[in-house]
């Protein structure tokens, strides 16, 4: 990188003016997660497209099904009922879920912000943000917790006080878990 450039990346951290900049961007840590000065985005992988495929078509026969009951009722001149309410309710409710199942598996980023005071969390599913947390940096620690069930190493970050803890939810490999204690714990000054 030229060096004119890195001196921009320096002064922008510097006067916290950068947005989406990747700023520290550390060599060992993989694809899955990205290192913008304060902000910590642990990405999610894109399942595969058979799967996002058929729940794709869930979702819009989940849409689809209500205006179809409906339709046949007025058909065979049932008319209204109450029912049709119930379905359209229902099969929305389906179909809002797998909307949010088709973006985490395709857009899914959780975005850990560093500040002085607070960590806050946040699940970004592209079109919208879920899972909001804050946690309060008063005593904070920073767990791996790994999980036994995967053959390769793999876990989570806990952060936690006294009082709340935030989970992530994406697993990443060890290594990359062990440099992001790191950068928690070097911006509080918890080493």
């Known amino acids: 990188m030229p060096r004119y450039l890195t001196q921009i990346f320096i002064l922008l951290k510097a006067t916290n003016l950068y947005s989406?900049?990747?700023?520290?961007?550390?060599?060992?840590?993989?694809?899955?997660?990205k290192i913008y000065?304060?902000?910590?985005?642990?990405?999610s992988?894109?399942?595969?497209?058979?799967?996002r495929f058929i729940l794709t078509l869930l979702l819009v026969m989940s849409f689809l099904?209500?205006?179809i009951a409906f339709y046949v009722a007025i058909d065979y001149k049932i008319g209204f009922q109450f029912g049709i309410v119930i379905a359209f309710l229902i099969f929305w409710g389906i179909g809002f879920y797998i909307l949010r199942v088709i973006l985490w598996n395709t857009y899914g980023?959780?975005?850990?912000?560093?500040?002085?005071?607070?960590?806050?969390?946040?699940?970004?599913?592209?079109f919208f943000?879920?899972?909001?947390?804050?946690?309060?940096?008063?005593d904070l620690r920073v767990e791996i917790v790994l999980d036994s069930n995967l053959p390769e190493s793999k876990g989570?970050?806990?952060?936690?006080?006294?009082n709340d803890s935030i989970e992530t939810v994406l697993k990443s490999k060890k290594n990359d878990l062990d440099i992001l204690k790191h950068e928690i714990n070097k911006w509080y000054n918890n080493i």
Request: hydrophobic share 35%.
């Open 20 to 33: 989406g900049v990747e700023v520290n961007s550390h060599p060992m840590i993989d694809n899955q997660i």
């Open 156 to 162: 989570y970050l806990k952060i936690h006080n006294r």
């Open 37 to 43: 000065g304060s902000r910590i985005v642990i990405i």
């Open 65 to 67: 099904i209500p205006f």
């Open 129 to 138: 943000k879920d899972g909001y947390q804050e946690l309060d940096t008063k």
């Open 45 to 51: 992988k894109k399942s595969p497209k058979i799967v």
């Open 109 to 126: 980023k959780e975005v850990l912000t560093l500040n002085a005071d607070k960590v806050r969390y946040i699940a970004d599913y592209k």
